[in-house]
């Protein structure tokens, strides 16, 4: 891609009301814009690391064979009074009227849509196990949105939904689901704890959440340091201190960012919805499911929290929105103009996501522009051009070298 032609307005100054860097950082660089309280365009910047994200979670849900469908963000009362949740949700939920006065709702969450699916097509348990997913545009009318992407009032969210016809077949899940997360958090740069959490809104048996440990989190989580415990502090009550509740140690308490959540729902919603299914005997029972969210506009967000300065991003390789950026230092001279866009063309070709920074702008702005948006591999292109000679940078390992135009690939 062209810089020229590509949209990435940056800014000098951040908006005024963003607190935190990574909310800084992504209006800085050209990743989002807001709309209104919440509400915020994904700039194409921005819209590549949400599509990188995607396909990494498609990659890691295509492994444990969960299939993709797209269910309707615009939803009928008349389920949500089915489970019970029309008139539980409370203002979170935003609700709205058609022409014909009939009640919707913009979703906030899926269960009542896919046990409508699931319950009309399956019927045996020779159909189940079954694993279905979606990525969606989700809206909660949230009291505080706030930090940019990280509590939005419409955000973009992966929720799976599993059907089993035992305890067992949801415990199976539930450990795929597990892994397939903590897989994909650490493919978008992000370590990740687990933690024992509430069912909240969602309702059901037991809960777990994926943390990214971070100051700005919104959660405070305890955990301890000599064994596994981690828990949300919501749902333990621990302080910082009190003896873990495993191995006795003194635990302690951190904020996190919830990036995930996943819960057994048990019958929850197939005994109010009535999904029922004809077991092995011929008797009908609930179906027994799992549901499993993960929030995509707030990974990006903490990706961007956790690897970045305040001057700039620098994109965990595997969504970063381009592989590598090139900057001619000055375009008005000929062998530096022809040596850059032979390397673009060539790394192009060879299927590489490359962005080449052709504007006619003092090299100064490129640079500074070039360490905000933060590709990881940069190469420069400049004096040395005559000798075919580029300065080529990793930003991770902090190198710099002059190196031969057809070395570049061997670095990447
Ligand atoms: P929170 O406690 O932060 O309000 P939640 O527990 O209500 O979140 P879930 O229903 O568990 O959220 O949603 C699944 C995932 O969707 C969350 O783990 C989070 O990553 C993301 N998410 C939830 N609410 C928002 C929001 N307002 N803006 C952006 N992402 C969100
Ligand atoms: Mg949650």
Known sequence: MKQSLFFVPTLKDAPKDAEVKSHKLMSRAGLIKQVA????????????VIQNIERIIREELEKIDASELLMPALQPSDLWKESGRWDKYGPELMR?????????????????????????????????????????TKFRDEMRPRFGLM??????????????????????????????????FK???????IVNSDVGQIGGDEADEFMVMSEVGEDNI??????????????????????CPICGAEVKVARGIEVGNIFKLGTKYSESMNAKFIDSNG????????????????????SVEQH???NGILWPKEISPFQVHIVPVNLKDEAQKDLA???????????????????AERAGVKFKDADLIGIPYRVVVGKDSGEGLVEFSDRFKETKQLIKKTEILDHI
């Open 341 to 359: 866009y032979e390397i673009y063309y060539d790394l192009k070709q060879k299927g590489i996501e490359v962005l080449l920074d052709d504007r």
């Open 96 to 136: 709205l009227t058609d022409r014909k006065n009939r009640d919707f709702c913009l979703g906030p969450t899926h269960e009542e849509i896919i046990t409508q699916v699931v319950r009309d097509y399956v019927t045996s348990y020779k159909k189940l196990p079954l694993a279905l997913y979606q990525i969606q």
């Open 37 to 48: 309280a919440g509400i915020y365009t994904y700039l194409p910047l921005g819209y590549k």
């Open 283 to 302: 008797k009908p029972q609930p179906m027994i499911m799992g549901c499993y969210g993960l929030g995509i506009s707030r990974t990006l967000m903490a």
């Open 308 to 310: 970045s300065t305040e």
């Open 222 to 243: 305890t955990y301890c340091d000599m064994c596994e415990y981690a828990a949300n502090q919501e749902h333990s009550g621990l302080n910082e201190g009190d003896p």
């Open 187 to 193: 493919r978008c740069g992000l370590d990740t704890k």
């Open 151 to 184: 509590r939005g009032r419409e955000f973009i969210m992966k929720d799976a939904y599993t059907f089993s016809a035992t305890n067992e077949g949801l415990d199976e899940w539930y450990k795929l689901f597990s892994k397939a997360y903590i897989d994909i």
